[in-house]
């Protein structure tokens, strides 16, 4: 891992970036200020949910939107300055670009990265995980585990130690489902920007997240039957979203992962396929979904996902009409 650190700003400047920065972190680490602010957000969505429950408002989710579009980091010119440094040393690349790859991001800035490398062109995805990264993971995380003890399940998730920890993870994670000849892209390297910044480095998959892919019979059945080689495999992917997979050259690649965490492992597969059924549903007919489910995944596995749920409906990822819930609640075999 190999590390760059300069700018173009006043050292003064800098230090007092710095200095404010871990300031804030102190302060929104300590855990009365975590418990008090959780509490605050978990008040706001319960009450933004009955609003929507009594006036179909989807006051809801423009809340979702707002906290995700003020929540995003900024791709800024040091960060662009570091990157093409570690582009031109590490990678041989000249003639260097760098632009957000878009997508609904909050944890991470992805950054498509392209230049000439030996009379070529060519294109490397980087991700920048840093301190804030993690601080945001740690909120998320933390109401995912009030929702789900209030709705009575046995998963929980797991924080992550620092940026460090969340951007090796992801290196381990895409690193083994290439083990298993699971589509997903190559890992190039890992390297530091500065004291809190990581940029995973890895190869460009040139598609389209299946969130803005027209999905058919084939991509149902292609997500599903990944899903199963992944937990054949003992692979957790812990975020089954659109977003996490993209369609390219007729081929479904994962780009992405989480961390559960502490979760006995039947409890961490059924939430892995639920969300999967229920992601789908999103852009498909609940029934197509199922008929490919039960190819790859048995009754009782079906059964165990149906626990889930209520759990898979509260992430702000999944967006399913109460319709579709009720559908899919009923094949499998949890109505109320």
Known sequence: ???????????????????????????????????????????????????????????????????????????????????RHIFRREYGMSKIKIRLAG??????????????????????????????????????????NIGGFAGASAIRFDEYADAKDMACFERSCLSRLREQQINAPAVAGMHRLNEDDYLLVTEFIDGIPLSKASIGLKEIDEMLSILKRMHDNGIIHGDIKLDNFLSAEGKIFVVDCL???????NIALAFDLVCALCSLCIKTPVSNVMEAARRYFTEDELLRAGTMLDTAISKVDIDLPPGKINELRTELGNPL
């Open 1 to 83: 891992m190999s590390s760059a650190s300069y700018g173009t700003e006043r050292p003064f400047g800098r230090f007092a970036d710095r200095f404010l920065r871990k300031a804030a972190y102190t302060v929104l680490r300590n855990r009365i200020v975590e418990a008090l602010l959780v509490s605050l957000i978990a008040i706001g969505f319960l009450f933004t949910a009955i609003v929507d429950g009594i006036l179909k408002t989807g006051v809801e989710r423009r809340l979702i939107n707002s906290l995700r579009k003020i929540s995003r980091d900024q791709l800024n010119s040091l960060r662009k300055a570091q990157i």
């Open 103 to 144: 997508g609904s991001y909050w944890l991470s800035i992805p950054c498509i990265v392209e230049g000439r490398k030996n009379r070529k062109h060519i294109k490397y995805m980087a991700k920048i995980i840093n301190d804030t990264s993690e601080l945001k993971h740690r909120y998320i995380t933390m109401l995912r």
């Open 259 to 265: 961390k559960i965490g502490h979760t006995p492992l």
